[in-house]
């Protein structure tokens, strides 16, 4: 582990656009070095998620933020939360500098290891920011981890990571889109009705009211294979929210050799972000209104 004082590595803007800059190390959460600022601003985000999620958020992830005592005041401190998940699931926090490679998260994950970046952005980004900060990595990411089968289905995902980075480019894109529709702006379908679990929801203000209320957006049931061949959007909310039914079923999603999926789709012309199929399952079919039809990935 690196113990020198850590960068903060972030994307750099080009005339191109953002480039995405890599870390790779492990580091030590520099708790003692954030500013009144950097306390404050965890504070304001994690009130204003807190107030907002419930009846929005899974009961599974509210739980979890109860659990880890993340409202306590301040910038939680790895090293304590990394008790209370040590003895629930055997999952441990490592603070990063950044994004890292595919490689070398997926490494992290297949050893129950969640990187987290240490640092967090300033007040003029609360509402949006380009890249993962430690309030979207921890709140957003970590309160799930308590959970058994979800903690699980993340250590199954990093195990078929290290394989599709084997096998080549597509079958990486393939499973990156599962890991953006679950882990990371998935919904869940429950007996009190649609709720949220997606890291990138849960940790956002405006998608986590977009992603229930909106009449834009499609929300379809969850199939492996449909989630793997749909491309996603990174510039803004959603077009298409996949429901899953439990976080058993997603667990058992990971259970087949994905090797003959890749295959199947590696001819195959992805679909829009936006596209609904005769074979989904339609929770709600989107109004569409205010998509743009272009920079699907």
Not at 91 to 115: Q, S, T
Not at 258 to 274: E, G, M, N, Q, V
């Given at each position: ?189 429950t007996d009190e009705g649609m709720r949220i679990y997606g890291a990138g929801i849960v940790s956002s203000k405006g998608e986590s009211i ?78 569409r209104e205010g998509f743009a039809t272009d920079a699907d990935t």
């Open positions: 582990m690196d113990t020198s004082t850590p960068r903060k590595v972030e994307h750099q803007q080009t005339d191109r656009g953002y480039v995405p800059v890599y870390a790779t190390g492990v580091v030590e959460q520099p708790w003692s070095s954030y500013s009144q600022t950097d306390h404050d601003v965890w504070n304001t985000l994690y009130a204003r998620q807190r107030e907002l999620l419930p009846g929005r958020a899974c009961k599974e992830f509210l739980e979890g933020v109860e659990r880890f005592g993340l409202g306590d005041g301040g910038i939680p401190k790895f090293a304590d939360l990394n008790k209370v998940l040590a003895e629930a699931t055997g999952w441990e926090l490592v603070a990063v500098e950044g994004l890292l490679p595919d490689e070398v998260f997926f490494d992290h994950l297949a050893n129950r290891r969640f990187p987290v970046s240490w640092w967090i952005r300033k007040p003029d980004q609360l509402d949006y920011l380009s890249e993962p900060d430690l309030f979207h990595d921890l709140f957003g990411h970590v309160p799930l981890l308590l959970n058994p089968v979800f903690a699980d289905y993340m250590q199954a995902y990093g195990r078929g990571g290290m394989k599709a980075f084997a096998i080549g480019p597509e079958a990486l894109m393939n499973l990156t889109r599962l890991y953006w529709y679950t882990v990371e702006f998935g919904l869940i379908n977009y992603c229930l209320d909106s009449a834009a957006p499609n929300r379809i049931g969850f199939k492996l294979e449909r989630v793997m061949d749909t491309r996603y959007r990174i510039d803004t909310f959603q077009q298409t929210y996949f429901v899953i039914d439990s976080f058993e079923q997603l667990f058992e999603a990971t259970h087949p050799d994905f090797t003959p999926i890749y295959a199947r789709l590696k001819d195959s012309d992805a679909h829009a972000a936006a596209d609904v199929l005769e074979s989904d399952r339609v929770f709600t079919r989107g109004t």
